[in-house]
């Protein structure tokens, strides 16, 4: 399985971006996906998971309101649209993927496959 983000990029305080993560190698419709973002010196933080067998999505309490997540199983995509982007909203983005559904979903260990990351930068 091969997890290929993409989208990021420098925005503007207050502007939007729409973060796409592309699976290869299997289909989605049965996979936990979640969207992870690291800034500079920190940890690897929970920002959405995606829950194939409930269907629910669920968000970190900091982008509640402002970012939602999407899967397209069809295409083995899933989305990250990203409004009101403040500049602590900085970091690496991250997919991942969990061929499963455990209560891990918020975690970094919950995950077996990873993608690349790709850079969002929020200037203020």
């Known amino acids: 399985v091969q997890l290929q983000a993409s989208g990021g990029g420098l925005v503007q305080a207050g502007g939007s971006l729409r973060l796409s993560c592309a699976v290869s190698?299997?289909?989605?419709?049965?996979?936990?996906m979640a969207w992870f973002r690291q800034a500079p010196g920190k940890e690897r933080e929970f920002v959405a998971a995606?829950?194939?067998?409930?269907?629910?999505?669920y968000y970190a309490d900091s982008v509640k309101g402002r970012f939602t997540m999407s899967r397209d199983n069809a295409k083995s995509t899933v989305y990250l649209q990203m409004d009101s982007l403040k500049p602590e909203d900085t970091a690496v983005y991250y997919c991942?993927?969990?061929?499963?559904?455990?209560?891990?979903?918020?975690?970094?260990?919950?995950?077996?496959?990873w993608g690349q990351g790709t850079l969002v930068t929020v200037s203020s």
């Open positions: 991942a993927a969990d061929p499963g559904d455990s209560s891990r979903w918020s975690r970094v260990y919950g995950y077996d496959y």
């Open positions: 995606s829950r194939w067998r409930n269907g629910s999505t």
């Open positions: 190698g299997r289909f989605v419709s049965r996979y936990t």
